[in-house]
C-alpha cells in the first residue's frame, strides 16, 4: 500500500495555506480535493477583508490567529506581489444602542490587542466617507481586502514547487485507525476507491469538516463538532462611483454576523452584505426577496441609496459550530491525540476570519502535529 507523511483533506485558503507551511519544510504532503480545482466553495465565496481582530472574545484563537494571521498575510502580499488594498474600515453608530456597541467592540478589541483604533465623530466621518451618515464610528485603518484567488494560486504553486501533491476530483471517503497513522479511503474522479496510508491526517475540509471527523470515528454531536450551515447572501450597487466610498463600512454586528456592511473589491466595485441566516441545505441562490432588507439595512448609514442601484452577486455559506441560539462559538483546531486518534487533525468551524488568519492556521497546525 503506498504511504505517505502528511494528507491535507480540503484545497480551500485553509488548506492551501497549511499545504504552504508544511511543505515549505521540507514536509512531504499530499491534499485531496473533491473539485476538480482549489478554492471552489467558501474560499471564493466571502468578502476577502483582511479583518483586525476588533469582534472575537479576548484570547480566543479567533482573536489571536485573525490579529497574527493579519500581519502574515499583508507582509505575504506586499512581498509576493499579491493583490491587496490596507484601506482602513469604520464601524459605524447613530442610535443610543448602536453607539454603545460600538464603543464596546474598541473596548474589546484593545483588550484582544488590536493597534491603531480610535473612536471618530461625526466631523471626522465627513471628512473620509462623505456620503456615510453616521454620528460616530470605530476607526480601523489596518483593516483591508485581499484578491483571494491570487493568494490562493500563490499558496497552490509555491506548495507545488516544493513537491506538494495536489489529487483534484478525489474525494475522503474513509479514515480507520492503523498502528502507525491512518488508512485513508479515497474515491477517484470515475467513482473507484483507492486506499493508501498517511502519518497525519488533516481535516480542513470546510463545510464537509464534520463529515470528515465522523468518517474517522468521531461523534460529533457530542463534542459540539456538527456543523450548522449559516448563508450570506450579496448584492452589489450598479453605480459604485456615484457614492464614492473608500473604505470598509460596517455597522454594529449582531451576535451571528457582522450586519450588512460595504465592501469595496480590488476591481473598484462596491459590494452590500452579507447577511445570515441558517440554512439546511447548500445552495447558493440569491433572492431577490432580499433586496429590500438590503437597502433599508445599508440606507440607514449610507447617503443618495436608491433601491434600483442594487443587483444581486454572489453568496456564501459559513461553517458554524454556533446555532441560532448559542453563545458565539470558537474555531476547533484540535489534534485529536486525546480521543486515541494521534495526529488526526481537525479544523471545524473555520468561519470568519478564515480568509485573514489563514497563515496563522496554519502556523498553529504545524505546532500541533507530533513526532510520534
Ligand atoms: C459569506 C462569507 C463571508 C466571509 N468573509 C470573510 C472575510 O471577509 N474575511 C475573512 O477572513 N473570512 C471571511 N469568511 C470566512 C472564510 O471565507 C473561511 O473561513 C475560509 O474560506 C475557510 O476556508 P477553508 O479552506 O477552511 O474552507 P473551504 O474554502 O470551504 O475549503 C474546504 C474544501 O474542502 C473540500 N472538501 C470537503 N469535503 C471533502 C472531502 N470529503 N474530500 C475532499 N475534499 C473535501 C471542499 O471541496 C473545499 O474545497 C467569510 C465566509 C463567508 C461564508
Same mark, same amino acid.
Given at each position: 500500500m503506498e504511504k505517505t507523511d502528511i494528507t491535507i483533506i480540503g484545497a480551500g485558503v485553509v488548506g492551501l495555506a497549511i499545504a504552504y507551511v508544511l511543505s515549505e519544510e521540507g514536509k512531504e504532503v499530499i491534499v485531496v480535493e473533491k473539485h476538480n480545482s482549489f478554492g471552489q466553495e467558501t474560499s471564493s465565496r466571502n468578502s476577502e477583508v483582511i479583518h483586525a481582530g476588533l469582534y472575537y472574545p479576548k484570547n480566543s484563537l479567533k482573536a489571536n490567529l485573525c490579529i497574527r494571521g493579519k500581519d502574515l498575510l499583508y507582509e505575504l502580499c506586499r512581498n509576493n506581489n499579491i493583490g491587496y488594498k490596507r484601506l482602513g474600515k469604520l464601524i459605524v453608530g447613530s442610535e443610543k444602542d448602536e453607539i454603545s456597541n460600538v464603543e464596546g467592540i474598541y473596548k474589546n478589541a484593545l483588550e484582544c490587542g488590536a493597534k491603531n483604533l480610535r473612536l471618530i465623530d461625526r466631523g471626522e466621518i465627513v471628512k473620509l466617507e462623505p456620503n456615510v451618515t453616521s454620528q460616530m464610528a470605530l476607526f480601523s485603518p &489596518? $483593516? !483591508? %481586502?485581499? &484578491?483571494s484567488h491570487g493568494l490562493m494560486k500563490f499558496f497552490y504553486e509555491k506548495a507545488k514547487d516544493k513537491k506538494c501533491e495536489f489529487a483534484f476530483g478525489v474525494e475522503?471517503? @474513509? %479514515?480507520?485507525?492503523?498502528?502507525? !497513522?491512518?488508512?485513508? $479511503?479515497?474515491?477517484? +474522479?470515475? !467513482?473507484? *476507491?483507492?486506499?493508501?496510508?498517511?502519518?497525519?491526517? =488533516?481535516?480542513?475540509?470546510g463545510l464537509g469538516s464534520d463529515k470528515v471527523a465522523a468518517l474517522a470515528g468521531i461523534d460529533v454531536d457530542k463534542y459540539g463538532y456538527k456543523l450548522q450551515y449559516n448563508k450570506g447572501q450579496y448584492f452589489r450597487i450598479s453605480n459604485p462611483k456615484e457614492f464614492n466610498i473608500t473604505? *470598509?463600512?460596517? +455597522?454594529? +454586528?449582531?451576535? $451571528? &454576523?457582522? @450586519? =450588512?456592511? %460595504? $465592501? +469595496?473589491d480590488l476591481a473598484g466595485g462596491l459590494r452590500l452584505g452579507p447577511d445570515a441566516n441558517y440554512v439546511d441545505k447548500i445552495d447558493y441562490n440569491v433572492a431577490?426577496?432580499?433586496?429590500? %432588507?438590503?437597502?433599508?439595512?445599508?440606507?440607514?448609514?449610507?447617503?443618495?441609496l436608491n433601491i434600483d442601484d442594487l443587483v444581486s452577486d454572489t453568496s456564501g455559506i459559513r461553517p458554524k459550530t454556533q446555532g441560532p441560539k448559542d453563545e458565539i462559538k470558537d474555531f476547533i483546531i484540535s489534534n485529536e491525540s486525546d480521543k486515541g486518534l494521534n495526529n488526526f487533525i481537525n479544523l471545524i468551524g473555520i468561519e470568519s476570519p478564515g480568509l485573514t488568519a489563514s497563515l496563522a492556521i496554519a502556523e498553529e497546525v504545524k505546532k500541533i502535529i507530533r513526532t510520534t
Amino acid at each position: 500500500m503506498e504511504k505517505t507523511d502528511i494528507t491535507i483533506i480540503g484545497a480551500g485558503v485553509v488548506g492551501l495555506a497549511i499545504a504552504y507551511v508544511l511543505s515549505e519544510e521540507g514536509k512531504e504532503v499530499i491534499v485531496v480535493e473533491k473539485h476538480n480545482s482549489f478554492g471552489q466553495e467558501t474560499s471564493s465565496r466571502n468578502s476577502e477583508v483582511i479583518h483586525a481582530g476588533l469582534y472575537y472574545p479576548k484570547n480566543s484563537l479567533k482573536a489571536n490567529l485573525c490579529i497574527r494571521g493579519k500581519d502574515l498575510l499583508y507582509e505575504l502580499c506586499r512581498n509576493n506581489n499579491i493583490g491587496y488594498k490596507r484601506l482602513g474600515k469604520l464601524i459605524v453608530g447613530s442610535e443610543k444602542d448602536e453607539i454603545s456597541n460600538v464603543e464596546g467592540i474598541y473596548k474589546n478589541a484593545l483588550e484582544c490587542g488590536a493597534k491603531n483604533l480610535r473612536l471618530i465623530d461625526r466631523g471626522e466621518i465627513v471628512k473620509l466617507e462623505p456620503n456615510v451618515t453616521s454620528q460616530m464610528a470605530l476607526f480601523s485603518p &489596518d $483593516t !483591508g %481586502i485581499v &484578491d483571494s484567488h491570487g493568494l490562493m494560486k500563490f499558496f497552490y504553486e509555491k506548495a507545488k514547487d516544493k513537491k506538494c501533491e495536489f489529487a483534484f476530483g478525489v474525494e475522503a471517503v @474513509g %479514515i480507520e485507525k492503523k498502528s502507525s !497513522g491512518y488508512r485513508v $479511503t479515497v474515491s477517484e +474522479p470515475q !467513482g473507484e *476507491l483507492f486506499q493508501f496510508e498517511s502519518r497525519v491526517v =488533516i481535516n480542513s475540509a470546510g463545510l464537509g469538516s464534520d463529515k470528515v471527523a465522523a468518517l474517522a470515528g468521531i461523534d460529533v454531536d457530542k463534542y459540539g463538532y456538527k456543523l450548522q450551515y449559516n448563508k450570506g447572501q450579496y448584492f452589489r450597487i450598479s453605480n459604485p462611483k456615484e457614492f464614492n466610498i473608500t473604505r *470598509l463600512v460596517y +455597522p454594529p +454586528p449582531t451576535k $451571528t &454576523d457582522l @450586519g =450588512i456592511h %460595504i $465592501t +469595496p473589491d480590488l476591481a473598484g466595485g462596491l459590494r452590500l452584505g452579507p447577511d445570515a441566516n441558517y440554512v439546511d441545505k447548500i445552495d447558493y441562490n440569491v433572492a431577490e426577496e432580499s433586496k429590500p %432588507i438590503f437597502y433599508k439595512s445599508v440606507s440607514k448609514y449610507l447617503s443618495g441609496l436608491n433601491i434600483d442601484d442594487l443587483v444581486s452577486d454572489t453568496s456564501g455559506i459559513r461553517p458554524k459550530t454556533q446555532g441560532p441560539k448559542d453563545e458565539i462559538k470558537d474555531f476547533i483546531i484540535s489534534n485529536e491525540s486525546d480521543k486515541g486518534l494521534n495526529n488526526f487533525i481537525n479544523l471545524i468551524g473555520i468561519e470568519s476570519p478564515g480568509l485573514t488568519a489563514s497563515l496563522a492556521i496554519a502556523e498553529e497546525v504545524k505546532k500541533i502535529i507530533r513526532t510520534t
